[in-house]
């Protein structure tokens, strides 16, 4: 017995030693994909080739209790075509989480490490594939409230909940099954098949999804109200918490019906049927975004949703734009998604694009192209101006990272580049391509390559020159121009562009300019494809009172101002091409070049009772507060305030439109300085009394008390005490709750205050946060809220990694916005300085968000003397 155990013990040594050489070769000659944090772009390289036919099955038991964990249980089943390394499935929580792994039929022990659970080849095969899983829910994206929930999972955050192949190229389906308190409702992707209701509770069981990406999967579950209704055929389902019956009344109609216009544009533009199961949608609280285009179960901020009888026409515009917006992602991200999310861009830019063209349908006496000077213009130029500009499309090494890509570039810059295509191609060719690429790609995966090569088909322009400028680099043109005279005469005109940030670039673009004379004007369209173009054309003609350059909002980059065009813009007669001039204006005095900030706050003032659009009024006030709070002294601004408060007063009254009243009483509450004017706003909102022909809602009165309390009325803790017990609504209760120790007048409640937010369950409420830091940090409360900035920027990496996609960009502009002082400069110079290494991605929001800061630090250096008021 001896001797042969001691020969079977050396076979078994001979045997193990193979499978150990085995094992390396195999492992050398398949490339094992490295365990790390994240989702590497290698890791779902190799997962879409070897795994297909996914589907996921998966069961919640959400409790009453929002302390209380969430068990849960799933399912995955999917083919795989090669059997050669582990296979990685991505859970982003604690290991204890983790409860029991079945791996076809066969118990398997848990191996999570670096955020993925390790499935070893043995219990693999090639083939049919099953892996069951035990576990509790993690709560980072499930976003749960005392009475309700709902995930948000874009960009990777399906892996912080529940374990998934993290990946917007392995598209599955999603059968849902959740057991619930039992007044609760619910909606998710898939249609609802039965429900099981008990003493206690309710299960619900969703039909399978339709075939999507992991971020798409969702949820919403709580006490809320259903509304059903039929559109033009389609029924839709609504989820919301509202309780206002006016806001009810005078939103509804219009929320199903402007989603019907929506689907009925989409459909005869892509030529294309709605491609999904059904159409819901639900309003939720405070929620993270304007929207989010979940598969028949999008996602609302409730109050953009539902407006009451003081809504302007901005808000109206808004409401369009952004369900308008929702509707379009059903076919441009979720019909089609981008392969990787290096292109997220993609989706988000077709979105806005096919939002404006709805909006001008849906919304009566919309100016569609106004709108998108508004919407896109200042937004967009306020990234590509900074230090730290970012191109459209760019790189992502791991998902993990894919956050840090949104924003205004993708939202704002890319539209404003996708009409310059359109424009370029000519519409139908244009919409001819986008079919084929729906077409082709539809419930799949597509790059932004792929596009661009079948548009490249259609058009004799190099696409690939002209998509490398616009949409692979940062930055914008500057323009100048040359206009040589004689007799009267024009004898030539030359345009010039060069590059922002001094390198050889030239950006091929078509735009406008206008020749302004006393009687009549001319429009001329420029082909900007060259370094210098000379316009032959305007050879002879008189010479103009001024030029008004990108007249029709439809080109980009700094363009030139004329002298003479300040005194005479009011005359224009087209509120686009005024739009244009105030942008232009703008944009120069940040350059500091033809405008001081004093000498463009007097051409605003002007404007208050001379520009007659409305969406026109709410820009000019915007940057007159803006430069009122951003680039005025602390010292010049109480000179200033009397007079300026006294003219937007009498503009409001002046004014014959209800909904120009409210915006000039909006600036009027933005620049209240003086205790006059403190006085006069306190007495609107103690009788809740508005100013004649101004409607104010409770929303508003609640903003009245806010920008009291911020200037330390005397009456602030009785205003907020007050304010609170009026609001009926108890998610709205709960917000200004929040906000209170913001507002305090007291530094060390303030600072308490500032100390909670380190602690990731006090920001779980990111708008409120956000709306929160605005106040802790308004200009007027600069002198004792400078010393939260460098823990700000301590805090920015951490917050990037437990807060959604648009929180470390809103929660630096929040903090850093308003500042003007050198040493809010320095202290973001000193951070940079002191993190040589930090991540680019988050240095370049950190540029982004401190650029006005910047801009001041400058202009307040240029500044020799200030003309009076």
């Known amino acids: ?339 990787w999310f290096n292109d997220v861009w993609m989706k988000e830019v077709f979105a806005n694009f096919m939002a404006d063209k709805i909006t001008q349908i849906a919304v009566k006496n919309s100016n569609y192209d106004l709108k998108f000077v508004l919407d896109h213009f200042p937004a967009a130029y306020g990234i590509d101006r900074t230090e730290g500009a970012n191109p459209i499309r760019q790189p992502l090494e791991n998902l993990q990272d894919a956050g840090s890509l949104y924003g205004n570039i993708i939202y704002h810059k890319a539209p404003i580049m996708m009409r310059q295509l359109e424009r370029l191609m000519g519409p139908e060719k244009f919409q001819q391509g986008l079919q084929e690429y729906l077409r082709k790609y539809a419930f799949g995966n597509a790059t932004w390559p792929d596009l661009i090569s079948l548009l490249d088909a259609r058009t004799p322009a190099d696409l690939q020159a002209w998509n490398q400028v616009w949409v692979n680099e940062p930055g914008r043109p500057v323009f100048a121009y040359d206009l040589q005279t004689l007799g009267g005469k024009i004898t030539k005109l030359t345009l010039t562009q060069k590059a922002e940030d001094k390198s050889d670039r030239i950006w091929p673009q078509l735009f406008e300019i206008l020749l302004v004379y006393p009687t009549g004007n001319k429009e001329v369209t420029i082909n900007m494809n060259q370094r210098q173009v000379t316009l032959n054309t305007l050879k002879g003609e008189p010479v103009p009172t001024y030029i008004l350059f990108n007249s029709t909002g439809l080109g980009y980059g700094l363009f030139p101002v004329d002298k003479k065009m300040p005194a005479n813009v009011f005359a224009l007669q087209n509120p686009v091409a005024r739009a244009a001039a105030y942008v232009n204006l703008y944009e120069n005095m940040l350059d500091g070049r033809v405008v001081t900030p004093l000498e463009l706050l007097a051409l605003n003032r002007r404007g208050l009772s001379e520009e007659e659009e409305e969406l026109n009024l709410k820009l000019l006030t915007n940057q007159l507060s803006d ?91 009785e205003i907020l005490r007050k304010q609170l017990a009026r609001i009926k609504n108890e998610d709205r209760k709960k917000r200004m709750g929040f906000l209170l120790s913001a507002l305090s007048a007291d530094v060390k409640t303030r600072d308490a205050f500032f100390a909670s937010l380190k602690d990731e369950k006090n920001r779980s409420k990111e708008a409120w946060v956000v709306a929160a830091l605005g106040y802790l940090h308004h200009p007027l409360r600069a002198e004792t809220s400078e010393k939260y900035l460098p823990e700000s920027l301590n805090l920015l990496a951490e917050i990037q990694q437990t807060g959604d996609i648009f929180f470390p960009y809103s929660w630096l502009q929040a903090s850093f916005g308003s500042y003007q002082t050198p040493t809010a400069a320095r202290t973001v110079r000193a951070f940079l300085t002191q993190h040589p290494d930090y991540n680019p991605k988050l240095k370049a929001k950190i540029l982004q968000a401190s650029d006005d800061l910047f801009r001041a630090e400058k202009l307040a250096g240029k500044r020799v003397s200030e003309p009076g008021a």
Not at 643 to 649: P, S
């Open 1 to 339: 017995m001896k001797n042969r155990f001691s020969e079977f013990v050396q076979f078994g040594l001979f045997c193990f030693a193979v499978a150990v050489l085995a094992c390396c070769s195999q492992a050398t000659e398949t490339n094992d994909i490295a365990v790390e944090k994240g989702v590497s772009q290698e890791l779902a390289t190799y997962r879409s080739q070897v795994v297909s036919e996914l589907a996921y099955a998966l069961h919640f038991t959400i409790p009453a209790a929002k302390e209380q964990p969430i068990p849960a249980t799933e399912s995955i089943s999917f083919l795989l075509k090669e059997n050669k390394s582990p296979l990685q499935l991505d859970f982003k929580e604690n290991t204890d989480h983790l409860k029991r792994l079945v791996v076809n039929q066969k118990p398997v022990a848990i191996d999570h490490r670096d955020e993925h659970i390790i499935i070893p080849t043995a219990s693999l095969q090639v083939g049919k594939n099953r892996i069951d899983i035990e576990f509790v829910a993690g709560n980072l994206s499930l976003n749960r409230s005392d009475d309700f929930l709902y995930t948000l999972l874009v960009p990777d955050r399906a892996r912080t909940v529940f374990p998934v192949f993290e990946q917007p190229s392995l598209k599955a389906t999603f059968q849902l099954t959740l057991t619930l308190p039992k007044a609760w409702q619910a909606l998710a992707n898939g249609p609802l098949q039965d429900s099981v209701v008990t003493a206690t509770n309710k299960t619900y069981r969703f039909a399978p999804s339709d075939t999507i990406s992991t971020y798409l999967f969702s949820f919403a579950a709580g006490e809320f109200q259903r509304i059903s209704r039929q559109e033009k055929g389609r029924v839709m389902h609504f989820l919301h918490r509202e309780t206002d019956q006016s806001k009810l009344k005078l939103s509804l109609d219009p929320i199903f019906q402007i989603h019907s216009d929506a689907l009925a544009f989409m459909q005869s533009y892509t030529g294309i049927p709605y491609p999904f199961q059904k159409f819901d949608f639900v309003a939720l609280p405070d929620f993270q975004y304007g929207g989010m285009e979940h598969v028949g179960a999008i996602d609302y901020k409730a109050a953009t949703l539902f407006l009451d009888e003081g809504a302007t026409q901005d808000q109206k515009l808004a409401r369009s734009s952004l369900i308008a917006h929702e509707t379009a992602h059903m076919w441009f991200g979720d019909l089609v998604t981008m392969q």
């Open 627 to 717: 430069i009122f709070w951003k680039f005025l002294s602390p010292a010049k601004r109480p000179e200033l305030a009397a007079a300026l408060e006294n003219e937007i007063w009498q503009a409001m009254q002046q004014n014959p439109t209800s909904n120009a009243k409210k915006q000039l009483f909006k600036a009027y509450q933005s620049v209240a300085l003086t205790p006059a004017a403190q006085a006069r706003l306190y007495d609107v909102w103690a009788a809740e009394k508005a100013p004649d022909g101004v409607k104010l809602t409770e929303d508003d009165y609640t903003s009245l008390a806010l920008a009291l309390a911020v200037r330390n009325h005397a009456s602030d803790g």
